[in-house]
């Protein structure tokens, strides 16, 4: 095998590992195929290029796949990576005696089975209580469990 390819399979390595640990950690199937092209490369550098330029290969690659992590880990790659957003959204608290059972209202988006009802011109958060109800049909509140808002259809 020649230099080129060794060096093809060892750079193949070195980016499966570094996707590895960089973009799919917990995958481990790039690392360890990273690992393999790596340990691959200097094998075939032994075994076909001889002990010098073999232990040349050997250093380079251990220092390049150390220096590469680490360096990786240092330039804020994990800040570059990494979610800052938060969510300050808080669910809206019902009011206890703004809905009561045996309310009725309208669907505004489809229940599968979560979905927003209109009761008294407010808009809630509603579970249906055994199917799928389309938007834009007629419901009744059949039971109130803390905030969550149980409704049926009302057959015409």
């Known amino acids: ?90 669910m809206a608290n019902m009011e206890p005696n703004e809905v009561a059972v045996g309310a009725k209202g309208v669907t505004i988006t489809r229940m599968n089975p979560m979905g927003r009802i209109l009761i008294n011109d407010k808009s809630f958060e509603a579970k249906s209580s055994h199917r799928f109800i389309d938007q834009e049909m007629p419901i009744e509140v059949v039971k109130i469990e803390g905030n969550q808002i149980i409704v049926k259809l009302i057959e015409t």
């Open 1 to 90: 095998m020649s230099l080129t390819a060794i060096i093809i399979l060892f750079l193949v390595g070195m980016l499966l590992l570094l996707l590895e640990v960089f973009v799919l950690p917990g995958t481990n199937v790039a690392g360890i195929f990273g690992l393999l092209f790596i340990i691959g490369a200097i094998f075939y550098s032994y075994r076909d290029l001889g002990t010098p330029t073999a232990h040349f290969v050997l250093v380079g690659s251990l220092l390049l796949t150390g220096g590469s992590v680490l360096l990786g880990l240092r330039s804020n790659t994990w800040n570059r990576l990494s979610l800052k957003t938060t969510i300050s959204s808080k």
